[in-house]
């Protein structure tokens, strides 16, 4: 995997020591960046993953988390630096990488996120091999798009242990040809009388987090708001109700739409953090 860590001295403190850590994907030239915190205290931690809502944008970190005994990575999906200025990140998502959902949308080998599943799943074997890892609790979280990788990470993995999902993105897209609320990032809203769209339809199928949900045996806890605009409540209940895990726990918020509340947050990462073996 080759990988590259870069000392952060700003971020880091007394505590934690924080990186830009990058590392080699499956796809050759293209690098998967993160911002990797650490406990300075000699010993093994369990690590923790947030992989990143959508957009272009900097990656901050989980250092306050790190600061509770545990490894965590911020995840980078675009093959970015993350410690460039505000602008860079702007200008990107306003030209290259605008649009990027819908990006080789024709084909399973050229879809964006068929990169971003891979590169996900690749920083989970890089974690694995840190010497501080304690070797058996390695968790992912994150929401909406976060959430769809959370789901695809256990799916996948069976490094992942557990998962904390909110809102998950990319799960019941085609559902708006069957004429029912589908899930973001709306394609098949906006190009529902395609001619093509069929064939396009069995192409996302492929990458959508409801095909992955019905393969997740993890713990899991997951939570989404009745009044979620992005992420229709219906998506996310189609997934869930795809997940064999037999353990397995939802907290809905009726009135919340596409955010979480910091207590409801809080409780999900207890619960993920309470499977730790």
Excluded at 85 to 102: H, I, M, R, T, V
Excluded at 227 to 250: E, F, G, M, Q, V
Aim: charged share 15%; net charge neutral; hydrophobic share 40%.
């Amino acid at each position: 995997m080759n990988p590259e860590m870069q000392l952060l001295p700003d971020l880091s403190t007394d505590t934690v020591a924080v990186y830009e850590v990058s590392i080699q994907a499956v796809e050759p030239g293209f690098r998967v960046h993160g911002i990797l915190a650490m406990p300075q205290a000699e010993g093994k931690y369990p690590v923790v993953m947030r992989a990143p809502g959508a957009g272009v944008h900097k990656i901050g970190g989980m250092i306050d988390e790190a600061k509770q005994g545990i490894i965590t990575l911020d995840l980078g999906i675009h093959g970015l630096s993350l410690t460039q200025p505000d602008s860079y990140y702007a200008n990107l998502a306003n030209g290259s990488l605008k649009d990027y959902p819908f990006q080789g949308i024709q084909s399973r080998q050229t879809y964006y996120y068929r990169r971003v599943y891979l590169s996900a799943l690749r920083m989970v074997d890089y974690l694995s091999t840190l010497p501080q890892f304690d070797g058996s609790n390695l968790y992912v979280c994150g929401g909406s798009q976060g959430g769809a990788l959370s789901l695809v990470c256990a799916a996948l993995s069976p490094k992942v242990t557990a998962i904390e999902c909110f809102f998950p993105a990319l799960a019941d897209q085609e559902a708006y040809l069957h004429g029912r609320a589908g899930g973001w990032p709306h394609y098949f809203y906006a190009h529902r009388s395609d001619p093509e769209i069929r064939a396009i339809a069995d192409q996302m199928a492929y990458f959508d987090a409801a095909n992955f949900a019905r393969l997740i045996t993890k713990p899991m806890f997951m939570s989404f708001g009745l009044a979620d605009l992005t992420c229709a409540p219906t998506c996310t209940y189609s997934t869930w109700n795809a997940i064999p895990s037999a353990d397995k726990r939802l907290v809905i918020t009726p009135q919340i739409g596409h955010w979480r509340n910091l207590d409801v947050w809080a409780q999900g990462w207890q619960w993920m953090l309470n499977h730790k073996k």
